[in-house]
């Protein structure tokens, strides 16, 4: 299975970006999706993450009110809605799909991995 993220680009303080992931097979629609980030000299961490049928949704506290994660029914497409963007968002962004219907908050639930779209916030 293959992960390709888009969507990413340079946008100012307070711009909105939306991201898309989409899967290269059907096999990851039974599974949970989900969104990391990478900042320079950072650590991954995790962003939001999606159940296998949109119907539970997780967010880091960082995001949560800001970034809306969100699945089309029965794909394997994840997108990531970010809004009031900061310069803190700067970073890669990477989808992933999970080992599990669930979504979770951690990196080590997730098989498959996408290439990563950078995401510029300038002020």
């Known amino acids: 299975v293959q992960l390709q993220a888009s969507g990413g680009g340079l946008v100012q303080t307070g711009g909105s970006l939306k991201l898309s992931c989409a899967a290269s097979k059907r096999t990851t629609s039974n599974n949970a999706m989900g969104w990391f980030r990478q900042a320079p000299g950072k650590e991954r961490e995790f962003v939001a993450s999606i159940s296998w049928n949109g119907g539970a949704t997780f967010y880091s506290e960082s995001v949560k009110g800001r970034f809306t994660i969100s699945r089309d029914k029965g794909s394997s497409t994840v997108y990531l809605q970010m809004n009031s963007l900061n310069a803190e968002d700067t970073a890669v962004y990477y989808c992933?799909?999970?080992?599990?219907?669930?979504?979770?908050?951690?990196?080590?639930?997730?098989?498959?991995w996408g290439q990563g779209t950078q995401v510029t916030v300038s002020s």
């Open positions: 992933a799909a999970s080992l599990y219907a669930s979504g979770s908050s951690q990196a080590s639930h997730y098989r498959y």
